[in-house]
């Protein structure tokens, strides 16, 4: 790891796992990206997140600009969670892990094809190139 005025430089991996790196920050986000949900559908739509759990990690994903909280009652105070457009980028990235997770086990089901019914392939393009990094040289694809 690069080091810059004694302090060690953090990886671009090791910055987004900082932000949406624990599993139930990933689970609300993917359940965001259907659109907007109150406290309640949020905790029943992420099975066996404790509701303190949720209230931290709402307030985390809020203060790293990735949800916005809007509210729309004031007595009691009350939310509509969504995702920012910063939050709404991460769905490609959910995509590829939901495309690796399902290829490793025998209960999840891979994405597919709405009309079809195809499984989905995740792949790596490179819009400069116009082409695809199916299985990239160790040269071609870097986290820089």
Same mark, same amino acid.
């Given at each position: 790891m690069p080091y810059h005025a004694g302090?060690?430089?953090?990886?671009?991996l090791a910055a987004a796992l900082?932000?949406? *790196?624990?599993?139930?920050?990933?689970?609300?986000?993917e359940a965001?990206?259907? *659109?907007?949900?109150?406290?309640?559908?949020?905790?029943?739509?992420?099975?066996g997140i404790a509701p303190n759990i949720l209230s931290e990690r709402l307030k985390r994903l809020e203060? +790293?600009?990735?949800?916005?909280?809007t509210p729309y009652s004031e007595r009691p105070p009350r939310f509509t969670y969504a995702l920012t457009d910063e939050g709404l980028e991460l769905a490609g990235v959910l995509r590829l892990l939901a495309d690796w997770g399902s290829r490793g086990s025998a209960q999840a089901e891979p994405m597919r094809h709405g009309l079809? *019914?195809?499984?989905? +392939?995740?792949?790596?393009?490179?819009?400069?190139?116009?082409?695809?990094?199916?299985?990239?040289?160790a040269d071609e694809l870097r986290f820089v």
């Amino acid at each position: 790891m690069p080091y810059h005025a004694g302090v060690a430089a953090q990886t671009p991996l090791a910055a987004a796992l900082e932000r949406v *790196g624990d599993r139930w920050s990933l689970l609300l986000i993917e359940a965001l990206l259907d *659109g907007p949900r109150r406290f309640g559908e949020l905790s029943e739509q992420v099975s066996g997140i404790a509701p303190n759990i949720l209230s931290e990690r709402l307030k985390r994903l809020e203060g +790293e600009r990735i949800v916005r909280a809007t509210p729309y009652s004031e007595r009691p105070p009350r939310f509509t969670y969504a995702l920012t457009d910063e939050g709404l980028e991460l769905a490609g990235v959910l995509r590829l892990l939901a495309d690796w997770g399902s290829r490793g086990s025998a209960q999840a089901e891979p994405m597919r094809h709405g009309l079809c *019914g195809t499984p989905l +392939e995740a792949r790596l393009w490179c819009p400069t190139c116009a082409r695809s990094l199916d299985e990239p040289e160790a040269d071609e694809l870097r986290f820089v």
